[in-house]
């Protein structure tokens, strides 16, 4: 029997395509494995997002899934929405890299360049005589940092979470990759901290809002 994807996302069967994928981000970012320490039930959990997602966020495979859902029938699965183990788990890759980095620039952490309303999830490195943007980028990302310190409550924290904001700026400035990959290469406990601080501003903006 198929599972309730709505209930996994967190929103209603009438939601908008829109708000699909803000409740995606909220619960990617709230079941990540890198926020437990990668252990096997957060992965399971994080999966159980993904493969909501993957079936919500496509209109046509939406459909089929609610007909299937309301039709309640217990041999009913997911399999058929996935060709191999091996393109799920490229779509979790996927679908979680280009959240991220919309929630990082929707966050205030955003490369200087990314003035453009170009929604692309990938960031243009500064051309390697542009140190004043390099600069400039380290500090903007190093001031988020800051406040993933802050979440911890004291300045040791600050001090550090500045540490990782700039560590985040350097990686990425330097090797001309995008924010994400520069967030993988950095240490799981680095990694746990900018995605609570993300968690904290996603979750703070839809109160506000």
């Keep these: 029997m198929l ?11 009438d939601a908008s ?3 699909i994928r803000d409740a995606y981000k909220k619960a990617a970012l709230a079941t990540h494995p890198d926020r437990f320490g990668g252990s096997a039930e957060a992965t ?3 999966q159980k997002v993904s493969d909501a997602y993957f079936i919500l966020s496509d209109e046509t495979r939406r459909r089929e899934y609610d007909a299937e859902y309301r039709s309640q029938n217990p041999y009913s699965d997911e399999s058929k929405y996935f060709s191999s ?5 490229r ?8 959240a991220f980095e919309e929630m990082f620039r929707d966050a205030g952490m955003k490369t200087p360049g990314d003035e453009s309303e170009d929604s692309s ?3 243009s490195a500064p051309p390697p005589s542009s140190s004043r943007r390099s600069k400039f980028y380290t500090i903007v990302t190093g001031a988020a940092g800051t406040v993933v310190g802050f979440t911890i409550a004291n300045m040791p924290g600050a001090l550090a979470g500045m540490a990782i904001g700039a560590k985040l700026g350097s990686i990425r400035d330097q090797k001309g990759k995008s ?5 993988q290469e950095m240490p ?5 901290k900018i995605l609570a601080e993300l968690a904290q501003r996603v979750f703070a903006s839809t109160l506000s809002g």
Excluded: I, N, W
Aim: proline share 5%.
């Design 179 to 183: 924010v994400y990959a520069a967030f």
């Design 91 to 98: 779509k979790y890759q996927e679908d979680f890299m280009g």
């Design 121 to 123: 999830s990938s960031f």
């Design 17 to 19: 395509q829109a708000q």
């Design 85 to 89: 183990d091996e393109e799920r788990q």
């Design 3 to 13: 599972p309730d994807h709505y209930k996994t996302l967190g929103c209603s069967p």
């Design 44 to 46: 399971a959990r994080f």
């Design 188 to 192: 799981q406990s680095d990694r746990a």
